[in-house]
Nanobody
Framework: QVQLVESGGGLVQAGGSLILSCAASGRTFSSYVMGWFRRAPGKEREFVAAISRSGTNTDYADSVKGRFTISRDNAKNTVYLQMNSLKPEDTAVFYC????????????????????WGQGTQVTVSS
């Protein structure tokens, strides 16, 4: 497992942008598929985006396609989530998560495969 620490959350107006970062401990960061999830008030946790070990492949929830971009820098042990055109319904606690994978290109995983989670960072979008 790896330890994950998110940062970059905050309050932003609708239509604005934020960049979330997730720093991982350990020397095996490139062995993990990295994902972002979120939990809105009163709702279940939901998948947002994922990126394969090398960063070649990405996957997004339909609700964020075209607005959010996930990326990673394996040299810095960090994964990012660029969020543009934010909407009030994006308000949530955002979590990054890591899933070990033997396959370089794999990006679609079940939630249960993610075995490391950060503490979360609050994103609030005002209307």
């Amino acid at each position: 497992q790896v330890q994950l620490v998110e940062s970059g959350g905050g309050l932003v107006q609708a239509g604005g942008s934020l960049i979330l970062s997730c720093a991982a401990s350990g020397r095996t960061f490139s062995s993990y598929v990295m994902g972002w999830f979120r939990r809105a008030p009163g709702k279940e946790r939901e998948f947002v985006a994922a990126i394969s070990r090398s960063g070649t492949n990405t996957d997004y929830a339909d609700s964020v396609k075209g607005r959010f971009t996930i990326s990673r820098d394996n040299a810095k042990n960090t994964v990012y989530l660029q969020m543009n055109s934010l909407k009030p319904e994006d308000t949530a606690v955002f979590y990054c998560a890591a899933a070990p994978s033997f396959l370089q290109g794999r990006v679609v995983l079940t939630t249960s495969e993610y075995n490391s989670w950060g503490q979360g960072t609050q994103v609030t979008v005002s209307s």
